[in-house]
Each structure stands twice: as C-alpha cells, then as structure tokens.
C-alpha cells in the first residue's frame, strides 16, 4: 500500500511538473498562474541536469520522523500535502507510513541540543527511530548544512531545474562549503513595516502605505514619525522589533576570525534605538511577551510592528474578535531598510530510510506551484516561487483582509530579490539573541553601554567557548 500510494503520489509529481512547475494539497489546488518566463541562464541549461540526477535507493521504512521546533510545518503538511491523515497531535498516516513528529521549543538552545543528539546517532539508529526530515532557520543553517547530518538534494534525486523558481538567497541559506543544496523552503521572508491605520491615519494623516512609506523611508524620518507618535498618544513598536532591520544591513559577520564583531549598522541600532526609548517613543517589550502582544489591539496604542508575511497570521490574532486584525486594520509598507526574517527549511537527514518520500515531501511543499498559491491565499504566507508571487501581485488573489484588502506581494517579491545573506554566519542566533537580551539593561537605564556589551561577550563566550573578542 505504502509503495503504491507513493508512485501515486510521485507520478502526480512529475504530470503536475509537466503541466504547471510543481504542486501540493489536500484540498483542490487553486487555478494554476502562467508560468514565469525563465531567465536566460536557467532557460539555457543543460536537459542533462535532471538526467544526472541520481535515483535514491528505494524507501525501505514503515515510519517518517519529523523533528521541528514549532507547528509550522506540521501544519502545513497537515492542510496542504496530498495523502496526509492527522491521527493525533503528534502522529500521523501518509498510506501505510506512521508520520512521528518530535516538537522541541527552540527556547535555551533546546531544539539545537536535541538535533546534536538525534542526528549523528541517525545511522545506527532503530528503523523506526530514524530522522526522516528535520527544519532548520536561517539563524543556525550552515552548522547542519555544512555537517555530514544532511543529505544533498541531489542525492534525493533533486535538481537545480526543480528549484528553478525560487529565490536564489533560500538556496544560499542551504547551500554548504563544497557548494551542495542541503534544503529548500517553501517560504520567501522579506519583511516590512506593519502599521496600524488608525494610528497613521492620527498621526500622518493618511493610511495611504505609499505615504507611510514616505514617513518611514530611513532612519531619519522614521525617528521624526516615532516622536510624532509619542506626541499623539502611541509608542511605535519595541526596539526589538526594529532590530532585525538593523542587523540585516550590516558590513560584516558577527564572528571574524573567531572573534565577535559588533557592526556598525548594529551599534547604529543601539543609539537610535537608546534615544527614542529615553523619549518615551519606543518601549524595551520583549518580542512575543503579554506588554508587547497588547500592540495587536487599538487599546495598545502602537504605531507598527517589523515583520514578514508569516508575522500577519502567526502574530497579529486575526481571528480574536478584539484584535486591530480582525478588523482589517493593519497596512504595510517597506520601511526604512529592506530587509528578511526567519524562515523554514526542510532538510533531508542522512540515514533516511524513506527517501523517495522525504524527495516528494520537499518537491510537493517547495516547487508546486498549486500549492505554494494555496499555502499563499490561506495562510497569508509568502511563498518561495517568483512566478506565484507575480501572480498573486497581479491579481485579487493577493489581497489580504486583515490589510484592510491591501496587496503586498509585489513589495514582498521585490524584497526578496535583494536579500543578501554574504553576512550569515553559524553564530548568528546565540549573537541575535543575547545582543538584544543584555542591551536592555542599558536602554532601561540598569547598566552603561560598555558595561552591557561586556554582558554579552560573556554571554555569547559561555555559548560558544571556541569565541574571543
């Protein structure tokens, strides 16, 4: 049963490639976009590319492991990949293929702890204890991809004409030192500046994004906006919102020539970010707290929030009645900096005893266009495939309702062409995180600067004790 529902499965593959590029769903897919005329260098590549691709030995187990940090994933694969049955919480059936899905919070390095454990243990480990597929973030990626951990797509059989649609920066994220793709995502995550209108329409005038836009164009104006909003009533969003913005635009790794290296562009972040919390126009809430999740609500009084599209579901409580979401009430806009956040990536784990399963997984969730509009038009995400996203800018497809009916997926499309990720290290989530932990000691006015700087060398060296700065 098992092997017959996966050359369903696959054949289904190979016709949806053959007719629209690629796809996944449980339900109907949505009508498929014309296709993205190819660049001039993928049009032109060789037909032997897919042909050297070579076959994965045939899948020989009955259970597919799946370690992940949140529900995410699962529930896409859930709502969106064919075949899927949820048993419980944590188990599911793909035919005769038990679905296990360990969940380990990312919170004290948990989920990376559990992985170091887990997956160099993977070949020796019990059929039905096997690492099937495990996700990773942008923060962390290269420690796995440039480990033995992961298996190159190309050994399951997946080619550079498969990914031909997708945003070049999700493959560098994957791609390890000896230039192998180790993962793909199905999700493109450049972000923006998400305003409240009521608040614009107060303090600018106007909920137009374009002349939002003009209000937040860079750092300059932005702080005159903040100031004008504390003068109304608001505060504009946590320094920690903002902070990411910061640390995307930097001229360096955070760790050179293993020392640590505080940016310029991040130092930038600590002053501005110092000044207005001394004026009262941006709070110290910590992200994904109770005083920073009170913004969702006009009771809040907060101007914005910084974030890509999967912030809009995941973030903003659409379907709570009481929230600015659920009212529609929400507008976006690029902000003073372009920049990304976060993202999922599906890895393969060497030792995988289901390869041909974890090939259709990643092909299905990634690649077909179908789905990817599905995932797109259900759960406000945006979607790592060029021709979906100028569809869905091009058309009522795209609108979203808790914008107010705003389209943003020309603004997020464009975003994502300019990612740059030359400055992505292995250290990246310890030097994020700790950074904004010790450096709000200093804008509450508990510690100095240097005094909260040499907090978190401590912090970071207690972390990684190969580190110096």
């Known amino acids: 049963m098992k092997k017959k529902l996966l050359s369903s499965l696959l054949s289904v593959a190979m016709v949806s490639a ?15 976009a014309p296709a993205a005329e190819a660049p001039a260098d993928e049009a032109e590549a060789p037909a032997a590319d897919t042909a050297e691709a070579a076959a994965p030995a045939a899948d020989e187990g009955t259970v597919l492991n799946i370690q992940a940090w949140n529900e995410e994933f699962k529930s896409r694969i859930t709502d969106h990949y064919p075949g899927y049955e949820e048993v419980d919480a944590t188990h599911g059936k793909i035919g005769d293929v038990d679905v296990v899905w360990t969940i380990t919070p990312s919170e004290g390095n948990a989920y990376q702890n559990n992985l170091d454990e887990v997956l160099p243990a993977n070949a020796d480990a019990a059929p039905e204890d096997k690492v099937d597929i495990f996700l990773v973030e942008a923060d962390y990626a ?9 298996l190159p797509l190309a050994d399951l059989g997946i080619t550079d004409a498969d990914l031909a649609d997708q945003y070049e920066y999700t493959k560098s994220v994957v791609t390890d030192a000896d230039g192998k793709l180790k993962g793909a995502s199905w999700q493109a995550c450049s972000a923006g500046l998400i305003y409240n209108r009521e608040a614009a329409k107060d303090v600018l ?45 930097v001229s360096g790794k955070w760790v050179q020539d293993g020392a640590i290296v505080v940016d310029a562009n991040i130092k930038k972040w600590v002053d501005d970010s110092k000044a207005l919390v001394d004026a009262k126009a941006e709070t110290t809430d910590d992200l994904w707290g109770d005083d920073w999740a009170k913004g969702k609500t006009a009771d809040g009084k907060i101007f914005c929030y910084f974030g890509p599209a999967w912030f809009f579901n995941f973030c903003l409580d659409v379907d709570d009645e009481k929230t600015i979401a659920h009212a529609g009430g929400w507008g976006f806009c690029e902000g003073p900096q372009g920049y990304f956040w976060g993202g999922t990536w599906i890895c393969a784990a060497a030792g995988t005893d ?36 100028a569809d869905l800018a091009s058309s009522e497809d795209g609108n979203i309702a808790l914008l107010g009916g705003q389209n943003p997926y020309a603004q997020l499309a464009a975003g994502a062409e300019k990612i740059d990720l030359s400055n992505l290290s292995d250290y990246d989530q310890g030097c994020n995180e700790s950074f904004q932990q010790t450096m709000k000691t200093y804008f509450m006015g508990q510690a100095t600067y240097e005094e909260a700087l040499e907090a978190f060398y401590k912090s970071v060296e207690e972390k990684y004790p190969e580190l110096t700065h």
């Open 18 to 32: 053959l007719l629209v590029g690629c796809g996944n769903t449980a339900t109907a897919p949505a009508a498929e």
């Open 142 to 150: 290269l420690k796995y991809v440039n480990a033995d951990v992961t």
């Open 205 to 249: 005038g106007t909920d137009d994004p374009a002349e939002v836009q003009k209000a937040v164009a860079d750092w300059d104006k932005y702080v005159e906006t903040a100031k004008a909003a504390q003068a109304k009533g608001y505060k504009m969003c946590s320094v920690n919102d903002t902070f990411r913005t910061y640390s995307n635009n």
């Open 354 to 389: 289901n390869p041909n399963l974890v090939k259709d997984i990643i092909l299905t969730m990634t690649t077909d266009k179908a789905v990817l509009k599905e995932i797109a038009v259900a759960d406000s995400d945006c979607v790592n495939s060029k021709s979906v996203l």
